[in-house]
């Protein structure tokens, strides 16, 4: 609902002064701040000389509106003048006018937070303006409205002193009163933009002064991230330059241990057998973890290559059966191979996958007290990759520990631990190499239960273009492409 407050007749030159002073004084009674105050008696001063220059009068009215929200004072100036020509031009700031018009619009525009303005020959103009009250006022009541009218009914007999004085002298001193708030409200507007000013130097020097500080803070992240390349690049050279070194002893150590299992240089009590084949199966081990570190190193320094040729699952599962089959020593588990025969032929590295599924089922074989391991492959429903999988019945793994096992030297304790040694490195170049492969690797694992790794690689790899790639699969020569 909207309310009344008061309507002034713009008829004469303090008429224009009186609207300027009553929508001070309105202002105040609903608690804005002085600037605010000075706002809106300014908007008010500026379309209601407008008026009376132009149109030669009209009126001003305020009111409140009390519904919607936020509450706003509401201001309506009027005139039966003949209209505003150019009123686009002049609320998009192109127009230009001797007398100021445009300039005082736009201004009202800016002071207040809403101003409509309809301008015809025919019905004059209509400027309707509106400020919302304080956010940290509360909601004003009828009795607020009222009070604020008494204010102005009793400024009003104030200002008419008995004596001997004049309406036209009355005038004058009313246009000289104005014209001094005017000033003091020029003072304070002042002083309150020049502490704005101070507090904005302020902080464009704090702003700087961290600015500073940031470009130090990137200067630095910039150095240590060298030194973490470097250091990174140091690692990957070391870890390959060590592995080729210890790749050589190791080999003589495996062919040392060969020759006296064979009995090529005399017999062999049965704790010397024992022992020998105990240092065989050690160089075994480290040969493999020193493989395993080579390959990673060759990862990270970004040396490795993908060789990719077309195959079958169903070949793949024959060259990894008889692969796979020495490490099967415990005879309560199972190592099956399940049928792939419907799978389309794949273009990937082979040599890679086979590396990736001999680590799965390797670390399978190892937490598998019993039961059965099961190796496959299916097609997912995009049609476009291929999941291979290794599935046990083993220990399992819980599930906030299942990404620790992809990570370098990631080790989750069991109670098998300490009968399987390892390094912590198959699975994380599992996924090394799945990622070169333009796939991804994962475990889904339930304690007690036990876990199936996967890695899901593209049929036709992308990142390779060649000849190779564009042979139709099933010849001769794909047929038996890629063996490890």
Same mark, same amino acid.
């Given at each position: 609902?909207?309310?009344?407050?008061?309507?002034?007749?713009?008829?004469?030159?303090?008429?224009?002064?009186? *609207?300027?002073?009553?929508?001070?004084?309105? *202002?105040?009674? =609903?608690?804005?701040?002085?600037?605010?105050?000075?706002?809106?008696?300014?908007?008010?001063?500026?379309? *209601?000389?407008?008026? =009376?220059?132009?149109?030669?009068?009209?009126?001003?009215?305020?009111?409140?509106?009390?519904? +919607?929200?936020?509450?706003?004072?509401?201001?309506?100036?009027?005139?039966?003048?003949?209209?505003?020509?150019?009123?686009?031009?002049? #609320?998009?700031?192109?127009?230009? +006018?001797?007398?100021?018009?445009?300039?005082?619009?736009?201004?009202?525009?800016?002071?207040?937070?809403?101003?409509?303005?309809?301008?015809?020959?025919?019905?004059?103009?209509?400027?309707?303006?509106?400020?919302?009250?304080?956010?940290?006022?509360?909601?004003?009541?009828?009795?607020?409205?009222?009070?604020?009218?008494?204010?102005?009914?009793?400024?009003?007999?104030?200002?008419?002193?008995?004596?001997?004085?004049?309406?036209?002298?009355?005038?004058?001193?009313?246009?000289?009163?104005?014209?001094?708030?005017?000033?003091?409200?020029?003072?304070?507007?002042?002083?309150?933009?020049?502490?704005?000013?101070?507090?904005?130097?302020?902080?464009?020097?704090?702003?700087?002064?961290?600015?500073?500080?940031?470009?130090?803070?990137?200067?630095?992240?910039?150095?240590?991230?060298?030194?973490?390349?470097?250091?990174?690049?140091?690692?990957?050279?070391? #870890?390959?330059?060590?592995?080729?070194?210890?790749?050589?002893?190791?080999?003589?150590?495996?062919?040392? +241990?060969?020759?006296?299992?064979?009995?090529?240089?005399?017999?062999?009590?049965?704790?010397?057998?024992?022992?020998?084949?105990?240092?065989?199966? +050690?160089?075994?081990?480290?040969?493999?973890?020193?493989?395993?570190?080579?390959?990673?190193?060759?990862?990270?320094?970004?040396?490795?290559?993908?060789?990719?040729?077309?195959?079958?699952?169903?070949?793949?599962? *024959?060259?990894?059966?008889?692969?796979?089959?020495?490490?099967?020593?415990?005879?309560?588990?199972?190592?099956?191979?399940?049928?792939?025969?419907?799978?389309?032929?794949?273009?990937?590295?082979?040599?890679?996958?086979?590396?990736?599924?001999?680590? =799965?089922?390797?670390?399978?074989?190892?937490?598998?007290?019993?039961?059965?391991?099961?190796?496959?492959?299916?097609?997912?429903?995009?049609?476009?990759?291929?999941? =291979?999988?290794?599935?046990?019945?083993?220990?399992?793994?819980?599930?906030?520990?299942?990404?620790?096992?992809?990570?370098?030297?990631?080790?989750?304790?069991?109670?098998?631990?300490?009968?399987?040694?390892?390094?912590?490195?198959?699975?994380?170049?599992?996924?090394?190499?799945?990622?070169?492969?333009?796939?991804?690797?994962?475990?889904?694992?339930?304690?007690?239960?036990?876990?199936?790794?996967?890695?899901?690689?593209?049929?036709?790899?992308?990142?390779?273009?060649?000849?190779?790639?564009?042979?139709?699969?099933?010849?001769?020569?794909?047929?038996?492409?890629?063996?490890?």
């Amino acid at each position: 609902m909207t309310t009344p407050i008061l309507r002034i007749r713009l008829e004469a030159e303090e008429d224009v002064v009186a *609207a300027r002073r009553k929508a001070r004084a309105i *202002a105040a009674g =609903f608690g804005f701040s002085t600037l605010d105050q000075t706002r809106i008696a300014s908007a008010v001063s500026e379309i *209601a000389r407008n008026a =009376f220059d132009y149109a030669h009068g009209g009126e001003v009215t305020f009111a409140f509106d009390g519904v +919607s929200r936020p509450q706003a004072l509401l201001i309506d100036v009027r005139d039966q003048g003949p209209g505003i020509r150019e009123l686009e031009s002049v #609320l998009d700031g192109t127009y230009r +006018s001797s007398t100021g018009m445009g300039r005082g619009i736009v201004g009202t525009r800016r002071l207040m937070d809403r101003c409509d303005i309809e301008s015809s020959a025919a019905r004059g103009t209509v400027v309707a303006m509106a400020r919302f009250l304080p956010f940290d006022r509360p909601e004003m009541a009828a009795t607020g409205i009222d009070a604020i009218m008494r204010d102005l009914v009793q400024q009003n007999a104030m200002g008419r002193r008995p004596g001997t004085a004049t309406s036209a002298e009355d005038a004058a001193r009313r246009s000289l009163d104005e014209v001094l708030e005017q000033n003091r409200e020029l003072l304070a507007t002042l002083t309150e933009l020049r502490d704005r000013q101070d507090e904005l130097t302020r902080l464009t020097q704090e702003l700087e002064a961290t600015n500073r500080g940031v470009v130090a803070l990137y200067a630095e992240l910039d150095e240590r991230a060298d030194e973490l390349r470097r250091a990174d690049t140091m690692k990957s050279r070391f #870890l390959s330059n060590m592995s080729h070194e210890l790749r050589t002893p190791l080999s003589s150590i495996r062919a040392l +241990s060969n020759l006296l299992v064979n009995r090529l240089d005399g017999d062999l009590s049965a704790e010397q057998e024992r022992q020998v084949l105990l240092i065989r199966k +050690s160089a075994e081990d480290l040969t493999e973890i020193v493989n395993d570190l080579l390959d990673l190193a060759k990862i990270e320094a970004g040396r490795t290559e993908v060789t990719p040729v077309w195959f079958k699952a169903t070949e793949l599962f *024959a060259a990894l059966r008889p692969m796979l089959t020495p490490l099967q020593t415990d005879p309560s588990v199972k190592l099956d191979f399940e049928d792939a025969y419907g799978l389309p032929p794949i273009f990937t590295d082979e040599a890679k996958l086979t590396q990736i599924l001999r680590n =799965f089922v390797s670390n399978a074989l190892k937490f598998t007290e019993r039961g059965e391991i099961r190796v496959g492959a299916r097609l997912e429903p995009d049609g476009e990759h291929v999941t =291979f999988f290794v599935a046990d019945t083993g220990i399992g793994i819980a599930e906030e520990h299942q990404q620790v096992v992809f990570e370098e030297f990631g080790q989750v304790q069991n109670h098998l631990q300490q009968r399987v040694k390892g390094t912590g490195l198959g699975l994380p170049l599992c996924r090394k190499l799945a990622a070169l492969l333009g796939g991804y690797v994962g475990v889904d694992s339930k304690p007690g239960v036990g876990s199936t790794f996967f890695a899901t690689l593209p049929l036709k790899i992308e990142a390779v273009i060649g000849s190779a790639a564009d042979d139709a699969p099933g010849g001769p020569a794909i047929a038996h492409g890629g063996a490890s």
